[in-house]
Every structure is written in C-alpha cells, then in structure tokens.
C-alpha cells in the first residue's frame, strides 16, 4: 500500500467518524426539541384563541373523524368558547386558505347566534412584504372586531372590509377563510 492510498483511507476514516458523531448529536438532540415545538405551537395556537375571543374563559375542542397522526390525535375542527361560569359565548377555530403567494392561515371567531365575527389573527403567511404581508397588521386585522357577519366582505363588494392597496387576493383570501369557516360550524351546530 502506498503512502497515498493510506493517507487517503485515513482522510476517508476521520470524515466518516466525523459524519457518525455529528449524526448521532442530531438524532439525541431531535426528540426534545420536537417536543419543545410541538409546546410552543400549541401555546401559540392557545394565544391566537384568546385574541380572537377575548371573552373566553375556556375553549373545548370538537374533533373530526380524520386521524392526522401516528400517536392516533383525531383533527380537531373548532373550539367552543366558553365564558367563566360555562356559558356558550361563540365559536373559535383555525383555517387555511390559499393566498396569492402561499397558504394563509388564520384564526377567527364567531359569537353563538353566528351573527357576529368577535375577531381574526394570521398566525402564518408567506405573502409578499409590504403588499398581502399587510394582513397581519392592526389596521387590517381591526376590520374584524365585531362586525356583523353580514358585512363580512370587501368594500368593493358591498361590505365593511377596506381591502389593503395591491394585495386584493391576499384581503379576499382571509374573509373567504372566514366565511367558509363559520358556515362549516353553523352546519356542524345545525
């Protein structure tokens, strides 16, 4: 054996030593960091929840037939909303709806009579900056503080909703999720 092929059978050794250690870090490292997510999502969900029914002193899921992971979590398709003493004050929930860009997802709320919207938050987005990206900004998001459910569509349209300058589709897109949304429930509640 030459001298070559030994140095490069070394070089070779010490990159898949290298590789093995740096495989196993990440493999002890994955498992409590997903469950570091899987909190912080949650605890972000739960936020959005409270922002969109403020009244809330309890949110109870309803779960759907559709089984979304391998632990066996059913999809939960809505919230109830419950004040203090246990009362039925509305419904909250979490749709995605494509924008211009990507999928938007957004939370809302509906008052029980469905006659309301109580509130809406974008929790992601991949619209363009400065244009559809606006929807996350409280002049757009304050459009949906209580307004009639009725009024829920563009000016444009005959609504209360102005729609942001240059980003129609991105406006259109979170009152479609909206709609669709409350009249999934109000089918649901019957």
Do not use: C, W
């Not at 054996?1 to 196993?24: W, Y």
């Not at 979304?68 to 979490?94: C, H, M, P, R, W």
């Not at 002049?139 to 102005?162: C, M, N, V």
């Amino acid at each position: 054996m030459t001298d070559g092929n030994r140095d490069f059978i070394i070089i070779v050794g010490k990159l898949v030593l290298i590789s093995a250690v740096a495989a196993a870090l990440l493999g002890i490292t994955y498992v409590p960091t997903q469950e570091q997510l899987k909190d912080n999502i949650a605890k972000a969900r739960e936020q959005k929840l409270l922002e969109v029914m403020p009244l809330a002193a309890d949110f109870e899921p309803v779960y759907g037939d559709t089984i979304i992971n391998e632990d066996g979590d059913k999809e939960i398709l809505y919230y109830v909303a419950k004040d203090e003493s246990g009362n039925l004050i509305g419904y909250a929930f979490f749709k995605q709806q494509p924008g211009a860009q990507d999928v938007i997802e957004v939370a809302g709320g509906v008052t029980s009579d469905f006659g309301k919207i109580t509130g809406m938050s974008v929790l992601s987005h991949a619209e363009t900056p400065g244009l559809g990206a606006k929807i996350i900004e409280p002049a757009f998001k304050g459009q949906f503080k209580d307004i009639p459910l009725s009024q829920l569509k563009l000016s444009s349209s005959g609504g209360s909703i102005d729609s942001i300058t240059g980003a129609t589709i991105s406006s259109q897109a979170v009152i479609d999720a909206l709609s669709s949304k409350v009249e999934s429930i109000k089918k649901a509640e019957g």
